[in-house]
């Protein structure tokens, strides 16, 4: 039976235990993990290697496509095993470590990061580390939840351990399209006009004899955390549907919006679900992470196609999707996360890019990553890859944040992911603003007026006008601009 996965019969004499793959990890090298959004992720043999860890201590560099499910990143980061983390993570014991000094994390834009490597400006992987529902005749690895990164770390790395997951159906064969661009300065453009064209193929093409290791698993993906949209991200999500309605009358968006990207996190899904009551139909996402809300969308029959580079569930909906991938087939498609996030495309295809700020400031600077401008939350993620090429590029987050004590629009973001440049539409539960054309003091105006919170709104303005009385081009009181989180720091609230 699970031979059977293994369809290049040469290969059969390389499968072997977790603990016995681990032996091809050494101390020091840099290992390439199959992984992104919690899904797709290699199971087993990061496990083993922490329990290995325990009794002879190493360290390794680990690059992923994203964050990894089952708590891999907590047990590897008790176990030591971290010396450099990339390019994203959503752990939080990862967090702390990150937070404290001991694990230096890369925070990157996710499509860069094999593009890096393919100029050698990063190290190629040592070992990569693969999930697969199977191995082709051809040696091949069919992916199984998410591509992200995988490709490329199995072609540019010396040796290559599979984990086939018995638990995933092999009819996830076939959703999968992996295109590899070739070297610069002589690339041709990417052949992708639709987001449904396929141009690449459907498992990673290797050289099986850079195979060492085949591992069998039978463990479940992690299931999303999001949770049911609320009062405000209802609210976010229903004045956007209308910012949406006004740019279809006015004839600066199709009836059917253009492709759709949305970020990770609650209030991102909570949005794309408000599509679900609004009137339009056939809508299609160019997208990296697939959640509950994308097949939703399918089932209410509102959108056609959604390309994506991985899929992440809740339990609600998990079964009901991967039991009945027929039903998904011709609407799915799963991309390397360098061509589901590159700008080429995203430019081209003329995406609306949805992502949520942790805060932004009243120039609409965003910042979707430190927390008081220091603590690393998560990481850009694909976020910046979308906003800075997006047709139109929105952020979105609640006004406020712990019952009160944090305003989400301060006077200066206190760590800037995407400039001013980068941001056109912001959303919170008060309303939108709209910075498409806007100088810096007319955004101000525009932020203040319609996304703040009523607590927060008088202050942001007071320190607007004396801003303004000092002049600039974009003012600023510089001996204050931080005071909101200094004050959060020292009395746990920016309330004056
Ligand atoms: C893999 C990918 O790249 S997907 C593409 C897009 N990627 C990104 O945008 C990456 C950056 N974005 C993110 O990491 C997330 O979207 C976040 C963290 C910004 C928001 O996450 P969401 O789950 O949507 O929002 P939510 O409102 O639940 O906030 C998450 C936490 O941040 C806290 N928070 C929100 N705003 C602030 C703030 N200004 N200061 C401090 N904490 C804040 C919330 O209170 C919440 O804390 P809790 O977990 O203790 O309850």
């Known amino acids: 039976m699970e031979l059977k996965r293994i369809r290049n019969s040469g290969l059969h004499t390389k499968v072997m235990s977790a603990e016995q793959a681990c032996d091809f990890i050494e101390d020091g090298m840099t290992v390439g993990m199959s992984g992104f959004t919690r899904a797709g992720e290699a199971k087993a043999v990061p496990k083993a290697l ?26 590897l980061t008790e176990a030591g095993v971290l010396a450099r983390r990339m390019p994203f993570q959503v752990d939080n014991t990862l967090r702390k470590a990150i937070n404290d000094g001991k694990v230096m994390f890369i925070d990157q834009h996710l499509s860069e990061t094999v593009e890096m490597m393919r100029n050698k400006q990063l190290e190629m992987p040592d070992v990569a580390i693969i999930e697969a529902v199977a191995i082709t005749e051809e040696g091949h690895i069919v992916p199984t939840t998410s591509v992200g990164n995988s490709a490329s770390f199995a072609i540019f790395a010396k ?23 070739s070297y610069r300065p002589t690339r041709t453009p990417i052949p992708l006009v639709k987001v449904d064209d396929r141009i690449g193929s459907t498992a990673i093409p290797i050289d099986p004899s850079k195979i060492v290791g085949i591992v069998f698993t039978n463990q479940s993906d992690s299931f999303s955390t999001v949770t049911d949209p609320d009062e405000e991200t209802g609210m976010i999500a229903k004045h956007l549907v209308e910012f949406f309605e006004g740019e279809v009358e006015a004839g600066r968006l199709p009836s059917n919006l253009g492709p759709l990207q949305a970020g990770i996190g609650n209030i991102a899904n909570a949005v794309m679900m408000g599509l679900l009551d609004s009137k339009f139909t056939g809508l299609s996402m160019y997208s990296e992470v697939l959640q509950d809300s994308t097949f939703d969308l399918i089932d209410a029959g509102k959108l056609d196609f959604a390309s994506g580079c991985s899929i992440i569930l809740s339990e609600r909906i998990n079964a009901q999707v991967f039991d009945n991938l027929d039903k998904y087939r011709d609407k799915l498609v799963l991309r390397p996360q360098e061509m589901s996030n590159h700008p080429e495309l995203v430019r081209r295809l ?15 600077n965003v910042n979707s990553t430190h927390v008081c401008g220091t603590k690393m939350m998560n990481g850009i993620g694909g976020s910046g890859d979308f906003a800075r090429n997006a047709n139109i590029s929105v952020f979105v987050t609640k006004s406020i944040a712990k019952n009160g004590a944090i305003s989400s629009v301060v006077p200066m973001a206190s760590h800037v992911d995407h400039t001013e440049h980068d941001v056109d539409i912001l959303v919170t539960e008060q309303g939108l603003a709209d910075l498409r054309g806007l100088a810096p003091r007319e955004r101000a105006i525009e932020i203040i007026n319609n996304c703040v919170h009523s607590e927060y709104r008088g ?38």
């Open 159 to 181: 040796k290559v351990i599979v984990e086939i997951n018995m638990l995933h159906k092999p009819e996830l064969e076939g959703l999968h399209d992996i295109y590899i661009p």
């Open 350 to 364: 003329g995406i609306i890019a949805i992502n949520t700020a942790l805060e932004f400031d009243i120039y609409g």
């Open 50 to 75: 922490a329990e290995k860890a325990k009794l002879n201590p190493l360290k390794i560099n680990l690059m992923t496509g994203a964050s990894l499910g089952n708590d891999l990143d907590k047990l």
């Open 459 to 496: 202050l942001l303005l007071d320190y607007f006008e004396r801003a303004c009385e000092r002049g600039g081009h974009t003012p600023h009181l510089l001996e204050e601009a931080f005071s909101w989180h200094s004050r959060l720091e020292q009395q746990g609230s920016m309330k004056a």
